[in-house]
């Protein structure tokens, strides 16, 4: 299919909304469009096509048809990416090109308007403080880029060229001329440079300069800890309780002040600091420091200003430095007549001149000498502890004349650690206040959320009952509630009055008793006023968080879990939880829907250098598992997980598209989750239960740094995950509720009793009764969608007994290199395929042994009866051996006969030609070239069973066949499409190659998986796969060895099977109408491959003409002692498999006169087949010596050498490089046929 006949229903992700995101919109479709080679559709090159002269009418109409869908194509892209109104707008048009030239009209920047707005708006903007160079420039980008829309377009490049040369120069003025000021240095700079920078450059120049200013800042701001006073100004004593006052340390010594550098200790004359003009401070008045909280660094002179933001900031970092995180809060909340303490590194002590702050006062037994800045001398004679509900402060100096509260702590070194304050043991009184101030407690609007949107009055009962914490009282308007919940307004009362008897009758009918009705939701009006409240939650929910709709789901579940626990005026302002459990719940979990959060990813998941979490996006709760679930926008799955989730209460913006192809958690997704105990600051009142282990421990391979996407022939394939919201019922209980399913049951019970498959009677004594269920199957088409819903009754066979009421169960199927065969013959000669179905087969099968069957599920019977069948059902041993008996001597009297060699294989010779039916359990196909008595036959089967012409071959047990003139095409794409979405790798890269190159699995390599039935069930699906896709029977034959205990490293390699399909999930068999049909066999083994058994692999395949009908890679039995003796074995297996297609293709009609070719790549294998001399080296191969050589000599086959480089047969036998690999799928005709 051509790439641009792909329907999309919405290309792009960006809705056009007018003007103010026309230019991105028109940049996105305008690239889309040109992807698909339609863009010349919307500029008017691509013009209705004219009828030629001598142009036919059928091919005039196709280009016309071709045309006509195209631009209904695109104008369909563009209505479904665009906002209602917009596309209203657009239902008039019948040709992408007017549609497309109305938008550039209206929302473009053509028009004088508008430009003169962009105009406006960019010499408007200037850089904010705070705002990031990069923020700035993609403001003026986006401006710039709208602008150029309205560009004349340039006949001569020169010109081109010089006009957008002079244009970027202009847009580096305006760029640099709208800086913020602390950009002025460098802006000098930039501008100074000759020549001019371009743009580019410029912006790289200042983002830099912008990352050294942070970093430049933020270390000023730390510099402030670390500044030492000049003098002490307060006599401090050398120990506690020591105040006699004579420490040198805080003894003031020199009062001499320099004017120069402002500092104490010397004067101008002998001030140290270099390059001081005499003059500047000749005239100067000495001016004494004018507040003891003033400090400098002894190594500048600088003085740091400070805002008290940037105070209050630096005395939390200094808090957290010291290791105190609530000093910062308790030093503003200290009562008083000033809430506010001065944090001063120059003070030696803690003082305050407020007694009433001490919660212990005592005299000083020395006088308190406290040295101010201009010189004085305070004398404090009392000091105490100032201790409240938050704060306990010890040795704090009481003097009514300091005016302000004073904070200090002891100097060490050059940093100044606060220690001697601690809390209290008893809880906090005031902490709301303190949050107010410093912290950040949660407000009402972040439980508002988190209780998924709760009304205010609901959680105000919960925060009066301090099931919340502390929460800090601000009132808030939700616009999502008011989106989301809004009510229809009530009618108001009648104001009019009667006047007159009569004038107004009211009137009402009672009767008869009401019952529940179809369509009548307000007969059950408590549930569905609950629906209403959820869903109004839900869709707050959705817009408050602006996640997508399509995880409404998630969305509920959050909403009922939140209900639960939110107070119910039906319960007297109790929690449902409450009520249930008899204990208020615990609220600490919960958070808000759709904020992001940090997930930590499983080890192989990374690799040393890469991120140890992902941002995802919060969606709720696990409902089985402790662990939040969480949404992962990058590989598109559903995490659930706690370790290392930090809750946020951000809202979440997605890094990548927002996908929501997560509702079908594969098995494969909930293996990679690690799910531990507990939750982060969640205690659960109730156990939660087990959780299952990691089974595997998977180590991919070394990511590409490419960026891949999805090729554009899977984007068909997006109707496959529509089928993971059917549901296919377990119990007839559960079936018994669906419409559907009951039609289902009733069209097989009504099947069962018209074919009299029981009689009702009563069990006679002595015999034993077997069980029956129900079976519930939604058939599906090739292209994935709904065939019919399908119940069978199948009997509990495994309670028979031999010998009782079973004897022989065997019964032959279709080999499948039969079915392959058969189709390359009819290829080749062209001959049309039929398939035909029975309807329940099994029933068609005649018992000779008595069995007995409880009744079935939902048919009507007296209590003591019992179903003694006449026919085979589904489920009995010997169900099928009696339907294939009953087949086969039913056809037989048409004058069929079976083949010697696939007794499936019926045919008949007429006079006009061969007809050929091959039967696998209920389906055949039919072919031929008598095309009448292909007729005949189909009207014969559908007298004597109840058939179903199924047409043209085209699906045939999951295999996709498509017919064409030059052959047919065999795929296995849906049944690969959906293992891939079983093992959650829909979205996984792609390899190159099946098997690593050179990898060797062993028993005992990775850890044991701890649940295997997940690698088993794959391992059988791909089993199955190798039907079509002979690329992967030697890795498929590999993983299959470990069935029994599979670990780590085989589950890797399974998932590198798949991620190989994935990439080449189209590939199949083509068989060529011009194939000749001459078989041709090729034989290889590759020598002691296994390490751990040193056992040999057997590979062969063959050829009918170019059509590749058989193949296999095998384990050989017996070790082989050297490489002679294991091509030798191999091709003896090949002999096999090559007597057994000669003779099957003799019975579909070819000459098997001539010997069949069979290609070795071993010389001395080939030279024992032709001798007949043994000798001791050999005599351990004779057995397969003399058969092989029979066969030779009889003519069956002819051996040829063949180079490895020609040997086909390579490719079953060990792992290849992907250029091998590659060429041998060609030279097998493995071809991709995408739909």
């Not at 869709?539 to 119910?568: D, Q, T, Y």
């Amino acid at each position: 299919m051509d790439k641009k006949d792909i329907f999309l229903p919405r290309p792009i992700n960006t809705i056009l909304e007018g003007n103010k995101n026309y230019l991105s919109w028109s940049q996105a479709m305008r690239s889309f469009l040109k992807s698909r080679m339609l863009w010349h559709y919307c500029t008017g090159a691509m013009t209705i096509p004219v009828k030629g002269a001598s142009e036919e009418d059928a091919a005039f109409l196709s280009r016309m048809i071709e045309w006509d869908s195209h631009n209904h194509m695109i104008l369909t892209w563009i209505r479904n990416t665009s906002i209602p109104s917009i596309s209203n707008l657009l239902g008039s048009f019948d040709d992408a090109k007017s549609a497309w030239d109305m938008l550039t009209k209206r929302y473009s920047t053509t028009h004088g308007s508008m430009k003169y707005q962009l105009v406006v708006e960019l010499h408007q903007l200037r850089q904010e403080p705070g705002q990031s160079i990069n923020d700035y420039y993609d403001q003026l980008r986006f401006i710039w880029d709208q602008i150029d829309l309205s560009d004349p377009t340039w006949a001569c490049s020169k010109d081109a060229q010089q006009y957008a040369s002079i244009r970027d120069e202009f847009r580096l003025y305006e760029f640099l001329m709208s800086l913020h000021k602390d950009f002025e240095p460098t802006r000098g700079q930039l501008l100074n440079c000759s020549p001019a920078p371009s743009l580019d450059t410029v912006v790289n120049e200042l983002v830099r300069e912008e990352s050294r200013l942070a970093t430049l800042q933020a270390q000023n701001k730390l510099n402030v800890l670390a500044i030492t006073p000049s003098i002490p100004l307060i006599e401090q004593p050398q120990q506690l309780g020591d105040f006699s006052g004579s420490s040198n340390r805080c003894k003031q010594t020199n009062k001499k002040f320099c004017n120069y550098c402002k500092r104490l200790g010397h004067t101008i004359e002998t001030c140290y600091r270099p390059n001081k003009s005499t003059a500047a401070v000749a005239n100067t008045e000495p001016t004494p420091p004018t507040t003891s909280t003033s400090a400098e660094s002894q190594s500048s002179g600088s003085t740091i200003n400070l805002s008290s933001t940037e105070l209050q900031e630096i005395i939390a970092q200094a808090v957290r430095m010291a290791g105190n995180a609530s000093l910062s809060t308790a030093l503003s909340v200290l009562p008083g007549k000033s809430q506010t303490w001065l944090f001063d590194f120059a003070c030696c002590n803690h003082m305050t001149p407020h007694s009433s702050l001490f919660s212990n006062l005592d005299p000083a037994p020395h006088p308190l000498n406290i040295h101010i800045a201009d010189g004085s001398t305070m004398h404090g004679n009392s000091l105490g502890f100032v201790s409240t509900s938050n704060l306990s402060v010890p040795g704090v100096f009481h003097d009514p004349r300091t005016g302000q509260e004073l904070g200090t702590g002891p100097r060490v070194g050059r940093m100044f650690p606060v220690n001697n304050l601690h809390l209290p043991h008893v809880a906090p009184v005031s902490v709301a206040a303190a949050a107010a101030a410093v912290s950040s407690l949660p407000s009402l609007a972040l439980w508002h959320s988190r209780l998924s949107h709760a009304p205010s009055s609901r959680v105000q009962q919960l925060v009066s009952r301090g099931l919340l914490g502390s929460v800090s009282k601000d009132n808030f308007d939700c616009t999502s509630c008011q989106l989301g919940k809004q009510p229809a307004l009530p009618f108001n009362n009648s104001e009019s009055i009667s006047n007159s008897i009569f004038e107004l009758i009211h009137s009402d009918v009672w009767g008869p008793s009401p019952v529940a009705s179809i369509g009548t939701s307000q007969q059950n009006g408590r549930a569905e006023r609950k629906l209403r409240h959820i869903l109004d939650t839900v869709r707050a929910l959705l817009l408050s968080a602006k996640v997508p709709a399509p995880f409404w789901g998630e969305a509920s579940l959050h909403v009922v879990h939140a209900i639960n626990r939110i107070p119910s005026a039906i319960i007297h302002n109790q929690t449902p939880y409450e009520r249930l459990f008899g204990s208020p719940p615990n609220y600490h979990h919960l958070r808000s829907f759709g904020s992001a959060c940090f997930v930590l990813l499983q080890p192989h998941e990374h690799n040393k250098l890469e991120p140890r979490s992902r941002l995802c996006c919060f969606l709720g709760y696990g409902e089985t598992q402790k662990g939040y679930r969480c949404y992962d926008p990058v590989s598109h799955r559903l995490r659930v997980s706690h370790e290392s989730l930090v809750p946020s209460t951000n809202t979440f913006d997605p890094p990548l598209d927002f996908s929501p192809d997560i509702f079908d958690v594969s098995p494969r997704q909930v293996a990679d989750e690690q799910i531990n105990d507990e939750l982060p600051h969640f205690e659960p009142r109730s156990p939660a239960p087990a959780l299952p282990e990691d089974p595997s421990q998977y180590i991919p391979p070394r990511h590409s740094t490419r960026v891949r996407s999805i090729p554009p022939h899977l984007l068909d394939y997006h109707c496959y995950t529509a089928l993971a919201t059917l549901h296919e019922p377990q119990t007839y209980r559960e079936a018994s509720t669906d419409p559907l399913w009951q039609i289902a049951i009733k069209e097989e019970l009504d099947a069962l009793t018209k074919n009299h498959t029981w009689d009702l009677v009563t069990l006679p004594p002595g015999q034993s009764v077997v069980g029956c269920k129900w079976i519930y199957k939604i058939k599906t088409r090739s292209d994935g969608s709904v065939e019919r819903y399908k119940a069978r009754l199948v009997a509990k066979g495994f309670t028979q007994e031999y010998g009782i009421d079973y004897e022989e169960t065997f019964a032959p199927v279709a080999r499948i290199s039969s079915v392959r065969a058969l189709l390359a013959v009819a290829a080749a000669c062209k001959w049309d395929l039929f398939q035909m179905d029975v309807k329940n087969a099994f029933l068609n099968g005649d018992l000779s042994e008595e069995v007995y069957m409880q009744p079935p599920p939902g048919l009507s019977v007296e209590s003591n009866k019992v179903c003694h069948l006449r026919r085979a059902l589904y489920g009995l041993k010997q169900a099928p051996r009696a339907w294939f008996a009953k087949f086969s001597s039913t056809i037989f009297r048409l004058g069929y006969t079976a083949s010697s060699y696939d007794s499936t294989l019926f045919l008949r010779c007429t006079d006009k030609g061969t007809i050929l039916l091959l039967l696998y359990v209920d389906d055949m196909i039919i072919t031929g070239d008598d095309l009448s008595g292909i007729q005949e036959l189909k009207d014969f089967l559908s007298q004597q069973f109840e058939m179903k012409d199924l047409g043209h071959l085209n699906y045939f047990l999951g295999l996709e066949i498509t017919l064409s003139t030059d052959g047919l095409y065999i795929t296995q794409a849906k049944y690969a499409s959906d293992l891939l979405s079983q093992a959650g790798l829909t979205n996984s890269k792609t390899v190159d190659t099946p098997v690593e190159l050179n990898a060797h699995l062993t028993p005992l390599g990775g850890k044991p998986l701890s649940n295997p039935s997940l690698y088993r069930r794959l391992v059988g699906s791909l089993v199955y796969l190798t039907v079509t896709c002979p690329d992967i029977s030697y890795a498929v034959h590999q993983v299959s060895q470990y069935l029994s205990a599979p670990r780590s490293t085989h589950y890797a390699a399974v998932l590198r099977i798949l991620q190989y399909l994935k990439g080449t999930l189209f590939h199949g068999l083509f068989y060529s109408a011009q194939s000749p049909l001459v078989l041709r066999a090729f034989s290889d083994a590759d020598w002691a491959g296994d390490p751990t058994d040193r056992r040999s692999t057997t590979g062969y395949c063959f050829l009918l003409g170019s059509s590749l009908i058989s193949w296999r890679s095998k384990k050989q039995t017996f070790v082989a002692r050297s490489n002679t003796e294991a091509e030798y074995r191999a091709l003896a297996d090949t002999t096999s498999e090559l007597l057994r297609l000669r003779w099957l293709l003799k019975d579909l009609g070819l000459s098997t006169s001539s010997a069949t070719p069979l290609y070795c790549d071993n010389q001395s294998a080939i030279h024992i087949a032709h001798n007949d001399v043994f000798h001791e080296r050999t005599k351990h191969i004779e057995i397969d010596y003399h058969f092989i050589r029979y066969h030779l000599v009889h003519g069956a086959l002819k051996l040829f050498s063949v180079s490895s480089k020609y040997q086909l047969a390579d490719i079953f036998t060990k792992s290849l490089p992907k250029r091998r690999t590659r060429d041998l799928v060609d030279n097998l005709k493995l071809v991709s046929h995408p739909p």
